[in-house]
Nanobody, 125 residues
């Protein structure tokens, strides 16, 4: 069992930046893919980015790579999502997830076994 703890959300003006963090409580990300998803009110949960903890391979959702960057810090056992040039349409609850999806399945939320509680990101215009 992996319990994920997210932090770093908040209120920011359009054009600003935020960095979200995700760490496993009482465990490790070793051999997991760690993903970030987001869900806006009335919308489906959307894939943002993922990173393979062991090899560092990253994937991004459509149009995400231009402004978002996922990274990991082995020493801190933490995955980060750096979000720049934020827009009001980025407003959502952001979730960290961990799992062992197949190579072609990292964008599929159903391939992830563990989820954090979510952190709210609100971008004002």
């Amino acid at each position: 069992q992996v319990h994920l703890v997210e932090s770093g959300g908040g209120l920011v003006q359009a054009g600003g930046s935020l960095r979200l963090s995700c760490a496993p409580s009482g465990g490790t990300f070793s051999r997991y893919v760690v993903g970030w998803f987001r869900q806006a009110p009335g919308k489906e949960r959307e894939f943002v980015a993922s990173i393979n903890w062991n090899v560092g391979l990253t994937f991004y959702g459509d149009s995400m790579k231009d402004r978002f960057s996922i990274s990991s810090d082995n020493a801190k056992n933490t995955v980060y999502l750096q979000m720049n040039t934020l827009k009001p349409e980025d407003t959502a609850v952001y979730y960290c997830a961990a799992g062992r999806p197949p190579y072609g399945g990292v964008r599929n939320r159903y391939e992830y076994d563990y989820w954090g509680q979510g952190t709210q990101v609100t971008v004002s215009s």
